[in-house]
Every structure is written in C-alpha cells, then in structure tokens.
C-alpha cells in the first residue's frame, strides 16, 4: 500500500503530541537555577584564581610563609551540571539575533509576594472564570493590545507597570441555551503596578473619562460621535472605576441606526494590581449591567485568591 | 527586564509544533524533548531581547538544529538538571509509521532532515525555508529533492510527491 511522505510527517507530529513538555514555568525556574549555578561556579574559579595568585606572589616575595595555608578549595564537581558556554547566538535567515545574555538574571520573584509587594508574573489563575451557565465554551485568548478604549488620545494607568496579560473571552447570559451565539465578550486585563501606583493609575483612568465627554469615531466607526461618562461604583476591589462608552448602532450596512450601543469598562485595584473588564459586545449587543458586575465581582475574587 | 507572562506565552503557543520539528532533525523522541527544552532554557535567559526579535520561533530552530549535530555535548547541564527532578512519565510507543519514517530520516544529513520538517511540518514555502536557513533558494531545493529521493529509496511503497517543492518556490 502507497504512503504519503506527508502522511509519516503527520504520523510524526501527533506521536510527538503525545509527549508532554513541563510548564512554562518549570521550564523557567530550571533555567534560572542553571543559570545562578554557572554564576556561583563563575564567581568560585575567579576566586580561586585571586586567592591563588596572591598565594604565589606572597611565597615569591617573602622568605617564608607568615600565615598558614587556608583550606583548600574544593575543585568544582565533576557531577555538577556543566554549564553549557554560551555559543554564538544563531542567526535564523538574514535577521540579527540578540547577543546573549552576559550577566546572570535575576530569577522571577514568586507571583505571590506578601502585601505590599508587587508580583512579578500573573499566573492563569488569576484570571476569573465564568460561571458555568455564562461560558460560551469558546475559551481565553491571550494576546496583546489596548486594555481601555480610546480616550481621546489619553493613556491612562501606562506608567509604573510592573507586568501585564491580556485575554479576550466572550459570555453568554445564563438564558441563552448552550450552542448559541455568545451576548458580549471582553477584553480582560490584569495589571500589576509598582507600589504605590495603582491608585495613580485609576485617578488617571477617571481624569481621562472626565476629559474625553465626546471622541468621533474612527475607522469602522468614522462619522459616529461615542460619548463617555463616569457612572456611580463601589463595592468592588479596594476602588473601582466604572464608565460606559455610549455610540450610535450602525446596521449590517454601517449606517447609523436610532438605537444606541452601550459598552460598559469597570477598573477595580487590588492592592497593586488593576483588573479590567472592558464589554465589546458581540455583533452590536449592549453591554448587560448585571453581567459586567456579576464578572467583575468574579474577577476581584480570582485576584484576591491569587494573592492571599 | 524578562517578561515571565510574554515568554509562558510565547511557550505555551509554539512548543508543541517545537517539539514536532524538533523530533523531525533528531532521531529520538526523548532527545527532543530535551533539545527543545534546552533551547526554551535558552530563549528565556535572553528573553529581554529575544522577546522584540522579529522571528522567535525561527530563531528557536535555528538552535535546536545546532543543539541536535551536537546534542551530547551540549545537552549534558540539562540532562543533569532534569534528571533531578524526576523520570519522565511513561508514555506509549510511536506509531509505526513514526518509527519508519525516523528511521528513514537517521540516514539522511541534518540540513536535509532540517528543510524536510520545514517543509512537512510547517507547509514552508522554499522561499521561507531558504530565509531561515540563510542560503539560496537554489539549495533548499537541493535539499529537498535530495531528502525526499532518498527517503524513497529507503521507504519503499512511499509516494514521492513530485511537484511540491517546485510548486512553492
């Protein structure tokens, strides 16, 4: 029977699928360990090396040695892990790769610090999930991009960041049954700030609502005027930021229609770190005030989980 | 400073295809492993800049190709380093196909085996392969013919899909 070259290669790939590789952060903390063993290694042969010398130059210069030998010093291991020399980075096509590395990193901090300190990673966990009869079952999708809409050219909470993820995940309300169209999605954000700034962050965020009343579209939304407003909040987070985000509808066609879309973004901080849920809706639906809050409470606890 | 978030992205987004290639240029499912683990241990200690590279999933390659014409040498700190921690979970077999095909592939130079992969697993054009590579389309070409006669010669019953590598240059 005729096989396909194709057909082993496929054959290949999914006995490779089956082997599993440790998580991102396994991977990295074994990274980091190797790379502070070469460091201590580095840092003993120079020692060596000086105190050898000045041991020479002393027995040289003198007629006798003044003070008694020092413990030898242990020659490294044979069976401690050989620190692979860093080669010439490769050079994938015409494009320059990065030089390596020279000088040891500093390994990541853990992502649970005490109260006060800032993580330093954000761990899938502290995403929320949705509660079971919201999930659409389309799952999280990380990525870059802009975690607030546009505010009139203002960057709101882009300082002191200490690290950021970003997910987009859509919802469906609890009536819709289970294979349907989702009712909204979010841009999800977790940001963790350095201390002090987080506050900053959303003062800014509030500022820039206030300064932004009214932004005229663009791209997809050229001709129709969005207007953005402060709503009352609290109860979420240690402080919270609500605005909506109010435009004109347009039909399948991009003419505006006489009902208006309505986007919801919440900003809450906890401690250092700054979740938002920004609603995007899903083929022109509005944002479901009870849903957004219903998440946010979520989002707060998945955050307050991973920091305790 | 290294951004843990953007690398465990970045991880968790190409090791799988990783380790697909990285089984395609050496002749071992374990040695893989290690390969691509070693060449992940690599990009995260460069991460501050590997992270603004404009192909780091080429560049990843490029090191595993490196690492597989001198794995022993080269692999021992991670081997030691994940013999710590454990044996790895048992798994089944490969499939009979795989184990022909790799076989097959044992016989033939890393270049070849390397442009191979490129090709099959991640459906390359030879202009692509030949960028990565750093040498002219001409010899991708060569290679891929060549690498694809002989795995015929020692896969009898293998179909030799003629056309494709002149298709997509």
């Known amino acids: 029977m005729s096989r396909e070259l194709s057909g082993l290669y496929r054959a290949l790939a999914a006995d490779a699928d089956d082997r599993a590789l440790p998580a991102p952060d396994r991977l990295r903390g074994r990274a980091d360990r190797r790379a502070h063993r070469r460091a201590a290694l580095g840092a003993l042969t120079v020692a060596v090396l000086v105190g050898g010398t000045a041991a020479g130059t002393r027995l040289v210069l003198t007629a006798g040695p003044d003070a008694p030998p020092g413990p030898p010093v242990a020659s490294p291991d044979e069976g401690s892990p050989s620190p692979t020399p860093p080669s010439v980075p490769p050079t994938p096509g015409r494009s320059s790769p990065p030089p390596p590395a020279r000088t040891p990193d500093t390994p990541p901090r853990t992502s649970t610090g005490p109260a006060g300190s800032s993580p330093t990673s954000i761990p899938d966990r502290a995403f929320f999930a949705l509660a079971a009869a919201n999930d659409a079952g389309t799952g999280s999708t990380f990525g870059p991009g802009p975690v607030l809409p546009a505010l009139c050219g203002a960057t709101p909470g882009e300082a002191g960041i200490v690290t950021r993820r970003v997910r987009t995940l859509a919802f469906k309300l609890a009536t819709t049954p289970q294979g349907y169209v989702p009712d909204g999605s979010y841009k999800h954000s977790i940001t963790v700030y350095r201390p002090g700034r987080a506050d900053d962050a959303l003062a800014e965020l509030r500022r820039a609502v206030r300064d932004c009343p009214t932004r005229p579209g663009t791209g997809d939304t050229a001709g129709l005027t969005s207007t953005q407003r402060l709503l009352p909040d609290g109860g979420y987070g240690d402080e919270s930021v609500l605005f909506e985000v109010r435009r004109p509808a347009t039909d399948y066609e991009g003419a505006p229609e006489v009902r208006e879309v309505v986007r919801l973004v919440r900003a809450v901080r906890v401690g250092n770190v700054v979740t938002v849920l920004w609603e995007l809706g899903w083929e022109g639906t509005s944002s479901p005030r009870s849903q957004v809050d219903q998440d946010s409470r979520r989002a707060v606890d998945a955050i307050r989980n991973w920091l305790d | ?169």
């Open chain 2, 1 to 169: 400073m290294r951004d843990a978030n953007s690398f465990d992205d970045f991880y968790r987004s190409t090791s799988a295809r990783t380790l697909r290639y990285g089984y395609a240029v050496a002749d071992d499912l374990g040695e893989a492993q290690d390969l691509v683990q070693e060449a992940y241990a690599r990009a995260w200690r460069q991460w501050g800049k590997l992270a603004a590279h404009p192909a780091p999933e080429a560049w990843l390659r490029l090191v595993i190709s490196r690492l597989a014409t001198d794995r022993w040498r080269r692999l021992r700190g991670w081997r030691l380093a994940a013999s710590r921690s454990g044996p790895p979970a048992d798994v089944g077999p490969p499939g009979e196909e795989t184990v022909l095909l790799v076989g097959a592939l044992r016989q033939l130079p890393a270049r070849q085996r390397q442009a191979l992969a490129l090709h099959y697993l991640f459906d390359m054009p030879v202009a692509e392969i030949a960028r990565e590579a750093g040498v002219p389309t001409g010899t991708v070409k060569s290679w891929l013919s060549r690498g694809r006669t002989r795995l015929a010669e020692l896969l009898p019953g293998v179909v030799s899909e003629e056309l494709e590598v002149n298709d997509v240059a």
